[in-house]
């Protein structure tokens, strides 16, 4: 049984860092696409972030790209998504994925499992 845990999220204010972690059981992170991504509320769940399997090549949105970086430790089986100068807008909640496809996908629904989120708040 594949399990995503997500934590790392909190309240800060705006400049501040934080980093996400997402422990994976079940699977392996070295064999898998994992991705971040976020939903604020009345929102879709949109793409933050993302590693290739091979972890050659790491993947962002625009939005974040020079500010979030995603990395992962497969001795620790686990993800993180390291977040610098936080704006208001990142507020969401954040959430771990996975995919076993061969190629990095930015589509919510390719993703085969999911963690259950973490809340970060960012305060002007």
């Known amino acids: 049984q594949v399990q995503l845990a997500e934590s790392g999220g909190g309240l800060v204010q705006a400049g501040d860092a934080l980093r996400l972690s997402c422990v994976a059981s079940g699977i392996s992170v070295g064999n898998y696409n994992m991705g971040w991504f976020r939903q604020a509320p009345g929102l879709e769940r949109e793409f933050v972030a993302a590693?290739?399997?091979?972890?050659?090549?790491?993947y962002y949105t625009t939005s974040v790209k020079g500010r979030f970086t995603i990395s992962r430790d497969k001795a620790k089986n686990t993800v993180y998504l390291q977040m610098n100068s936080l704006k208001p807008e990142d507020t969401a909640v954040y959430y771990c994925?996975?995919?076993?496809?061969?190629?990095?996908?930015?589509?919510?629904?390719?993703?085969?499992?999911w963690g259950q989120g973490t809340q970060v708040t960012v305060s002007s």
């Open positions: 994925a996975a995919d076993s496809s061969d190629y990095v996908n930015e589509t919510p629904s390719k993703y085969n499992a």
């Open positions: 590693i290739h399997w091979s972890a050659a090549t790491t």
